[in-house]
């Protein structure tokens, strides 16, 4: 079946600009997370969705990262006013329950200029 | 918050084995995740490790031993394909859906 899937591969903005990074992760998982991996660094957690509960966000580096998901399916990470220490690979990954093995997408990698 | 600790790179050959490597301070544990990472790639779940001991898969195997907050990846019969990155996780006990990752150790294999 089809894995979890990211849009876009490659996000080239400006200083300052928003982007809008999209997660579709595997069809009937309900746990959603996403991270972010900066050049020889591990991966960091920014934020988990579990079915209808709240949100975990205590892993956004700041207000101007923010996050979504619909009808607990499809994820949108938004970063408002992008600086150049934003630039990394944002990863999502989706599993069938939390605390079991996660699978992750392709990853969103994003350039700030 | 977790310290999780894995030497950055390692080379071995072809058909050799190599091990590994690391190590976690945690206020609480709930499980180690050795992950697969390709150079660009998604990174692919390698193993789960709760208990102490070791758990074969194949080619590779995973060891824990919690009270000395250690565990090592052995990767046997080393391919070509071998060479990515290597990625430790901790999950932690109060969330146990929140992983921490160490910076991974890549592996380069020569022929």
């Known amino acids: 079946g089809a894995g979890v899937s990211q849009s876009p591969s490659n996000k080239v903005t400006e200083k300052g600009k928003d982007v809008e990074l999209r997660c579709d992760p595997i069809?009937?998982?309900?746990?959603l997370y996403w991270y972010r991996q900066s050049l020889g660094q591990g991966l960091e957690f920014l934020i988990y969705?579990?079915?209808?509960?709240?949100?975990?966000k205590s892993g956004l580096p700041s207000d101007r990262f923010s996050a979504e998901r619909t009808g607990g399916s499809v994820s949108t990470l938004t970063i408002q006013r992008t600086q150049q220490e934003d630039s990394a690979v944002y990863l999502c990954?989706?599993?069938?329950?939390?605390?079991?093995?996660?699978?992750f997408g392709p990853g969103t990698r994003l350039t700030v200029l | 918050g977790q310290n999780i600790d894995q030497p950055t790179e390692m080379t071995a050959t072809e058909g050799a084995i190599v091990q590994i490597n690391c190590t976690y301070q945690?206020?609480?544990?709930?499980?180690l995740f050795w992950y697969q990472q390709h150079a660009g790639e998604a990174p692919t779940f390698l193993s789960y490790?709760?208990?102490?001991g070791l758990e074969e898969k194949g080619r590779f195997s995973s060891f824990l031993s919690r009270s000395k907050g250690y565990s090592y990846l052995l990767l046997k019969e080393l391919q070509m394909k071998d060479s990515a990155s290597y990625l430790c996780?901790?999950?932690?006990?109060?969330?146990?859906?929140?992983?921490?990752f160490g910076a991974g150790t890549t592996v380069t294999v020569r022929a």
């Open positions: 969705f579990q079915g209808n509960s709240a949100p975990d």
């Open positions: 945690t206020s609480g544990f709930n499980g």
């Open positions: 069809s009937g998982h309900t746990a």
């Open positions: 990954a989706s599993s069938q329950v939390s605390g079991n093995e996660q699978f």
């Open positions: 996780a901790v999950g932690e006990r109060s969330n146990d859906y929140k992983l921490s």
């Open positions: 490790n709760v208990l102490d």
